[in-house]
């Protein structure tokens, strides 16, 4: 499973636009990147998936460069509602890969203010 | 819109005693997990089971723990015999599996067990 690296915290204010950025230099030709959102006492949501250049969805934006080695997560003006740890998976998203156990990270814990 | 559950919601057991965690996951869905997530560290996950076997399981799932599909709707977690390190969050999760689609994992709302 490719190894991935993000921030441990961020801070933020109420109305940013909130990037995080998850490294991942070993990611395989079929890993997908997926990102999830966990609040306190309770299970991790999943945000949004990509392979590569930009995904869209209600909630978030994801950008991956052409090498792959990286994705961002980008949350247009978080609310307060957005503190939460967000972590960023690799893995196979098809098939029977696809099934297999999430790996999670530590995450990145983003504290929105007032 | 559906959702996994899980029950129930806190519970706290003496230390040797077994404990059975309940889940439903998402009727459509044909992959299911349980994780567990110690106070303050990662989610790790424990068991994954398809088709009524297990498919994959970790370390950390040991002789002491046990899943069952009983019946059409539920998806169960034993621990035989608690021991104090087993307090966590125990979360189940649900996947639809269909072709095409990627590893979006349903998450139960989790189970938090006290060993005392």
């Known amino acids: 499973l490719a190894k991935t690296t993000q921030p441990i915290s961020m801070d933020s204010y109420e109305g940013q636009e909130v990037n995080i950025t998850c490294s991942h230099n070993n990611i395989a030709t079929n890993d997908y990147i997926t990102w999830y959102q966990q609040f306190p006492s309770q299970g991790p949501r999943f945000i949004i998936q990509?392979?590569?250049t930009k995904v869209t969805n209600e909630v978030a934006s994801l950008f991956i460069p052409a090498d792959r080695k990286s994705s961002t997560l980008s949350l247009p003006r978080v609310s307060l509602s957005d503190t939460a740890v967000y972590y960023c998976?690799?893995?196979?998203?098809?098939?029977?890969?696809?099934?297999?156990?999430?790996?999670f990270g530590s995450g990145t814990r983003l504290q929105v203010q007032p | 819109e559906p959702e996994v559950t899980q029950t129930p919601s806190h519970q706290v057991t003496q230390m040797g005693q077994e404990v059975i965690l309940r889940c439903v996951p998402i009727s459509n869905h044909l992959y299911f997990y349980w994780y567990r997530q110690i106070l303050g560290q990662k989610v790790e996950f424990l068991v994954s089971?398809?088709?009524?076997?297990?498919?994959?399981k970790s370390e950390i799932f040991d002789d002491q723990f046990s899943v069952e599909r009983p019946d059409g709707s539920n998806f169960t977690l034993k621990i035989r015999s608690t021991k104090l390190e087993d307090s966590a969050m125990y979360f189940c999760?649900?996947?639809?599996?269909?072709?095409?689609?990627?590893?979006?994992?349903?998450f139960g709302p989790g189970t938090r067990l006290t060993v005392l």
């Open positions: 089971f398809y088709n009524n076997e297990i498919s994959e």
């Open positions: 998976l690799v893995g196979g998203a098809l098939g029977d890969t696809g099934r297999r156990a999430l790996t």
């Open positions: 990509g392979y590569k």
């Open positions: 999760a649900s996947l639809e599996a269909r072709t095409g689609l990627g590893n979006e994992q349903f």
